[in-house]
């Protein structure tokens, strides 16, 4: 349709679109308005010879082709740059002197370390450094400061040429890191949601289940007491080191102790709320609800002159501290400062208990499996699994994670200065606070606990009416003098502030 000018519009003429931005459209032959507008050919004048000789000469861009230059084969500064693929790696490190294995801003982190070392073997362009968004960078876990691995597995887009990455990347490592291997995985594998169930060990030196060793500080000091009065008395008392030495000898982990032990790490095993064995996490929170399939004590063995026995447990996923307590709790069960009955308690009730929490040193991540996207992806792509580089996690674990615990625990002595320095007397008292408020719900079967709650509602209800009812006014009071003069007064009790009881 004709462009119709308004009489408020001035006469000028619209601008034109030039040709370069849009060719201008022809109008079709014939009398049918609704057909197709067939856009115009530019037209563009032909330079002249003298006009063509006097112009500068102009690079001609390449034509897409035989002959043009791939797009994103050189990185900004110049390097060549490879094609990356989609890659699952498993590694091993020893976690002292670490921040946790996630990247953390302003902390020194396992990731940092590993980030590094394959930028620097040529797996991750210096343009793609610093940003794990860019190369798809999944981790299977998250270990907490001071925590080893020996089945971590991460996964990102890595450039695997030229051959040779592999050593490259482990040659920049730092000591105590070691990448075992890596295979070629779906573009879109995690690690983390893909990941069934993760394996954990906890190794503790046996001394920690000797009743006569490890005494609280407040023992201590109570026989350090004795000691000076019997000093007084003219009595030679008896050396504490001495006899917790007597004591150690005379102590032996044997198969009752060790059924025991896996009697009460049983009763973790299945679906419970978890929330009193992490941190920071509410009862009526869904992530408190985890899963253990299995948990089980081994026979002890010796490294390096200390006796340890090896606990391992599997899971779908673990929570923040969450197996650390597990173990923190178990050996103030063996020791007698807990009951597995208060250890059933914290899985069951919601009110909150205390469970102490064991050191860092003898936990380490043992493997990350991956059942279902094996059995999903057998066809297509290798299996994933730690089973391949059997060898080279027992000569890990051998060289470098247990002579670390050994040697850490004979110098520091952790776990004897954390069975020392338990306050006893505020993990008892929690428990009992906590079966106060819980009322025996925590054992009730879910139609008593339902029924249970019903009363409480009913008596909430019935104490606010109560307290309603005494704020409210009450009716005026006929009091009787002597005489039989008669007075009528407020029923209602004079309230307090400025002016009570004028």
Known sequence: RAHVRRRDEPSQSRPSMSTEDEPTAKKPRGDDPTAPVEAAAPQTEAPTAAAAADAPAQSIAPTEGADAKPAGDEAEDGTARGKK??????????????????????????????????????????????????????????????????????????VLDPPGVLERINAALPAGFKIFGYKRVTGGFNAKTMCDRRRYEYVIPTCAFDP??????????????LAAEAAEQGIEPIKTGETEEEDAKAFVFDEDLRARVNKILGNYCGTHNFHNYTVRVDPNDAAAMRYIISFECGEPFVID????????????????????????????????YLTE?????????????????????????????????????????????????????????????YPHMASTEKEEST??????????????????????????????????????????????????????????????????LEGGLKFTGSGSKPKGGRGAGR
């Open 341 to 401: 009955e208060d250890q059933i308690f914290a899985l069951k009730t919601k009110e909150s208990c205390i469970t102490p929490m064991a050191p860092e040193l003898g936990l380490f991540l043992c493997e990350c499996i991956y059942h279902a996207y094996n059995t999903r992806y057998a066809e297509s792509h290798e299996p994933l699994a730690l089973d391949d580089y059997a060898n080279d996690v027992e000569a890990f674990k051998k060289s470098h994670i």
């Open 305 to 336: 002159g200390v006796e340890f026995v090896r606990t391992t447990v599997v899971g779908q996923s673990f929570m923040l501290h969450q197996i650390r307590k597990l173990i923190g709790t178990m050996i103030c069960v063996v020791r007698g």
């Open 415 to 480: 776990m004897e200065a954390w069975v020392r320095m338990l306050p006893l007397k505020q993990i008892r008292n929690s428990y009992e606070w906590a079966r106060k408020k819980d009322g025996g719900r925590a054992f009730m079967s879910k139609a008593d606990k339902k029924e249970a709650e019903k009363r409480d509602y009913k008596k909430r209800k019935e104490r606010d009416a109560e307290r309603r009812a005494e704020r409210e006014p009450q009716p005026p009071k006929e009091i009787i």
């Open 85 to 158: 693929r989609k890659i699952a790696a498993f590694l091993a490190y020893v976690g002292k002197g670490y921040q946790g294995f996630q990247r953390n801003p302003g902390a020194r982190t396992v990731e940092d370390e590993l980030e590094r070392a394959i930028v620097a073997a040529g797996g991750i362009s210096r343009d793609n450094a610093g940003d794990f968004t860019k190369v798809q960078w999944t981790r299977a876990a998250r270990t907490d400061k001071g925590v080893s691995a020996v089945g971590q597995c991460i996964a990102l887009r890595m």
């Open 212 to 225: 006569r060793r490890c005494l609280p500080r407040r023992e201590v000091e109570a026989e350090a007491a």
